[in-house]
């Protein structure tokens, strides 16, 4: 009896150390922001980074700019040396995941293209204490309102792009739209489909459609967030002013369609190069960056189209959302807490790293840097008119916040390949009614 009782406590004792041992491991550690850097410590922290196709005027591509980057800080910090790990775009988020599974993610984590803000909730480390007020003032509200979850900031940001419409100034005006109106107010369905059945009117305008390279998946939740959803996880929270959504938006995506007013680009490339040859008056929902990494073409076709940014059109009563990247620097503890002040050295490269290299590739990518965007007066090589600068200074009023976590990130893009896309094949084609289509996704999103 005696030994049994003993065994029971062995096993009680053996469960409570396993949990304070999960506590310490997945609680977040709070890190005073006062902490000092050791001067007599060497500190050593692991970086990762995804190395940007990006070439600068003189041959310096950016594992280049990166290199140049770590030895300026390393200079500054001459106790802090910085390992370089640049990922590949195929697979590197994974890698990710595998280190934070073992406990043992880099210190320094950088992202252009985040799937979502909190990657672990015990090991991921916000900057909401690293962040005072006079410097949070040189971030745009706009901007760290779309890294907030709970109160806390979760990464330091670079650089943000908006999604938007890119369109033909020329070919835009000549069907009667006020360019300079929508890019300062905003536009909506009606507005944009009066554009689309007068441009399709025109004696030239058979080949000058609307286009757009994702498909009609990202066609439809653009047009979804920018009619009352700011995901597709709402259509679900909002009952049946989710489903009342969902119908409107597909009955105008079928109207589009079938009225052949919009064609999808799916895996056909030329969408991008009748846009820039002038043969179609508007593309999106876009990226800066893909537009930008086409340009170059333009200009060696000698094909000059005066290319303006637009915004998302929005249903009718809705409000203008934008849906953005905002490159992260995140900073890591490791589950084997190596101390605050190594924290804080993490903390001092990502703000080092995250501000000097957004200043300098948003300019190559069309995009704002996240630090001061207010103070740009130019686009580094002047590609870009004041019109468009100023349409993306507008941007920042209309971004919606990133995922929280990945799973939200995760489930999102599920839905859109397991639910939407097949709906909408069907809706397309004619085998459901876009009330048909709504009642099968609302019923799907259960």
Not at 48 to 70: A, C, K, S
Not at 99 to 108: E, F, I, K, N
Not at 160 to 186: C, H, I, M, Y
Request: glycine share 8%.
């Amino acid at each position: 009896m005696v030994w049994r009782k003993r065994g029971i406590i062995g096993v009680f004792c053996l469960i409570l150390v396993g949990l304070c041992v999960w506590f310490q491991a997945t609680r977040v550690t709070y890190v005073d922001p006062e902490v000092r850097i050791n001067p007599n410590r060497l500190y050593t922290l692991e970086f990762w980074d995804y190395p940007l196709p990006i070439v600068w005027e003189d041959g310096t591509n950016y594992q280049d700019f990166v290199q140049q980057l770590i030895a300026e800080f390393e200079r500054e910090y001459p106790n802090i040396s910085i390992n370089y790990r640049p990922l590949p775009f195929a697979g590197g988020t994974e890698l990710l995941d595998q280190a934070l599974r073992r406990g043992s993610p880099p210190d320094v984590y950088s992202e252009p293209f985040p799937r979502g803000l909190v990657y672990h909730q015990g090991l991921q480390v916000p900057i909401t204490n690293f962040l005072g007020p006079e410097e949070k003032s040189l971030y745009y509200p706009g901007v760290l309102a779309a890294l907030e979850r709970e109160g806390d900031l979760w990464g330091w940001p670079a650089w943000f792009s908006p999604l938007l419409w890119a369109g033909n100034r020329q070919v835009l005006e000549k069907a009667g739209l006020d360019v300079n109106q929508v890019q300062t107010l905003g536009w909506n369905w009606e507005e944009f489909l009066t554009l689309a059945r007068q441009l399709v009117s025109e004696e030239d305008g058979a080949g000058i459609l609307f286009a757009s390279g994702p498909g009609e998946t990202e066609l439809f939740a653009n047009l979804l967030y920018n009619n009352g959803l700011s995901s597709i996880a709402g259509a679900r929270e909002e009952g049946n002013k989710g489903r009342a959504v969902l119908a409107e938006t597909a009955t105008f995506t079928h109207l589009l369609c079938s009225e052949g007013l919009w064609q999808a680009g799916g895996e056909d490339r030329s969408w991008l190069e009748n846009f820039w040859a002038g043969q179609t008056a508007l593309v999106g929902p876009v990226n800066t960056w893909v537009l930008r990494g086409a340009g170059a073409r333009v200009y060696q076709a000698r094909h000059y189209p005066e290319l303006v940014f637009l915004p998302s059109p929005h249903g009718i009563g809705a409000r203008e959302y934008s849906e953005s990247t905002v490159a992260l620097v995140r900073v890591f503890r490791q589950r084997r807490f190596q101390g605050a002040d190594q924290v804080k050295a993490a903390m001092e490269f990502a703000r080092y790293f995250s501000q000097k290299q957004g200043q300098a590739v948003a300019f190559r990518l069309w995009s704002l840097p996240a630090q001061n965007p207010g103070g740009l007066t130019d686009m580094g090589e002047k590609e870009l008119s004041p019109a468009n600068t100023r349409f993306l200074l507008r941007s920042q009023h209309y971004l919606l916040p990133l995922p929280s976590d990945l799973v939200l990130w995760q489930q999102e893009q599920k839905w859109k390949e397991k639910v939407l896309s097949p709906g909408l094949e069907k809706l397309l084609s004619g085998e459901l009614t876009p009330q048909e289509f709504a009642e099968q996704v609302f019923f799907q999103l259960q």
